[in-house]
């Protein structure tokens, strides 16, 4: 009897992120303990100590502050995002799972994208554009419905 197929689900936002584990076509979703994590979301201007340096204008006597050209909350969010595909990566080469699904928000989504490893982006089968963090783990059958739980 060949082996099940063991899907991984990545349920993410920008402050967490959870895998969730389902065996077979019509196996219940189980959140794999150890590959749950936090982070600390912070507002920007917790992250930028200093207010933005005065200026002059390039004609007239006018000052007004200079624009931070950098956003560190989206950098934020890309090491986490970085730091999630990580660890999953890691189990991806002990072949703990066949395929890999990802579900989260689209300004998380767009990061998970970019910093996807090749092992994870050859196993991926969907992305979900929804924001299902707060969804328990029992009711992702219903909230993802056929689209990863097709015999439901």
Do not use: C, Y
């Amino acid at each position: 009897m060949p082996r099940p197929i063991r899907r991984w689900i990545l349920i993410a936002d920008a402050s967490r992120a959870r895998v969730v584990e389902v065996l077979g076509a019509s196996g219940d979703p189980q959140t794999l303990a150890n590959l749950v994590f936090r982070n600390d979301v912070k507002k920007a201007q917790d992250i930028m100590a200093d207010r933005p340096g005065r200026t002059f204008d390039s004609a007239g006597k006018g000052r007004h502050a200079m624009v931070d050209s950098s956003d560190p909350v989206g950098e934020a969010e890309r090491r986490f995002a970085a730091s999630v595909l990580s660890e999953i990566e890691s189990h991806a080469s002990d072949d703990a799972f066949d395929r890999f699904v990802v579900v989260a928000p689209p300004s998380m989504l767009h990061h998970l994208r970019r910093e996807m490893p090749q092992r994870l982006a050859e196993r991926l089968e969907r992305e979900i554009d929804k924001d299902l963090t707060h969804v328990p783990t029992d009711g992702l059958v219903k909230a993802l419905g056929s689209e990863v739980f097709p015999l439901h």
